[in-house]
């Protein structure tokens, strides 16, 4: 399910938008010292619970988990939301289950947080429309070293993150017009673990080619600037590159989550940035 463990994914994102004001919007503020959620002006302690991979797929399943999610007397859920679910013909959105979940999750006192699963959940891509599975040369798959395709769609595939990034925007202008007001959805999940989770890495023609390419001068110098907030192990390795700022890397390899770490960081942000054509403030 989705884990803070990749702190990268997780952009929370506050929904309730329109013309709201950001100081009324859910948000962090620091407070003697310590940082507190802030919901309708208030503080708000989130006691949530977080659902199944496929517990929110119909409508019906809200009528009977949201009732008992309240009874346990949590005030939070988070629950998925399935690319494949939004979008199951490509360009035509349906939200129909969302909005019911939405206005039962209401009627049961309860807050709502969304964890978008697109083109990866947990580094596989079963929760992808099928006419996104479908087509394996337009959506790439990512490949194992001897070539074999995965049932992964590859990071490096220009239109899953083109496609995948609409999806999601749509996804937040839809909220914008349903729960400006009311603000039962407390935050969004951006994707949840981006990329390839396995043994080695992706061996698709691209991955290869960019593997063997310069490291991204960007990441470079984000990682020197922020070299003190790293671990004792990472911030190492950042001070042996120190002398080739974006240059290919020499010596010892970076561990396979560095380099993988990167290609998640680039499809999460670019999906951010579509999502920011919406009104919609985010941390």
């Known amino acids: ?56 797929g119909t409508a019906a399943q809200a009528d009977f988990i949201l009732p008992d999610m309240a009874r346990v007397h949590l005030n939070t859920v988070l629950m998925p939301v399935a690319w494949e679910q939004t979008e199951p013909a490509e360009g035509h959105f349906d939200f ?56 992964i769609l590859s990071t490096f595939g220009t239109e899953t993150l083109r496609l995948d990034s609409r999806a999601f925007a749509a996804l937040m202008s839809h909220l914008r017009e349903k729960d400006r007001e009311q603000q039962t959805v407390l935050m969004v999940q951006v994707e949840n673990e981006v990329g390839y989770l396995g043994p080695g890495r992706d061996r698709c023609p691209e991955a290869i080619r960019q593997f063997a390419g310069p490291v991204p001068r960007e990441l470079v110098q984000k990682l020197l600037a922020k070299r003190a907030e790293l671990s004792p192990y990472n911030s190492e390795l950042t001070s042996t590159r120190r002398a080739v ?21 680039i499809s999460t942000r670019s999906l951010r940035r579509e999502r920011g054509n919406t009104p919609c403030p985010c941390t």
């Open 1 to 56: 399910m989705a884990h803070a463990s990749i702190p990268l994914l997780w952009g929370l994102i506050l929904s309730q938008l329109g013309t709201a004001l950001t100081s009324d919007l859910p948000h962090f503020q620091a407070e003697n010292g310590a940082q507190q959620f802030v919901v309708h002006g208030k503080p708000f302690l989130i006691l949530g619970g977080e659902l199944g991979n496929s517990s929110a």
């Open 96 to 151: 129909s289950v969302l909005d019911h979940w939405i206005d039962v999750a209401r009627q049961q006192n309860l807050h709502l947080v969304l964890l978008w699963f697109g083109s990866w959940k947990n580094a596989f891509s079963e929760y992808a429309p099928d006419w996104v599975k479908a087509d394996i040369k337009r959506f790439p798959r990512a490949q194992t070293a001897n070539g074999t395709p995965l049932e």
């Open 245 to 265: 700022p974006g240059a290919k890397c020499s010596g010892k390899p970076p561990p396979r989550s560095s380099w993988l770490g990167d290609t998640r960081a």
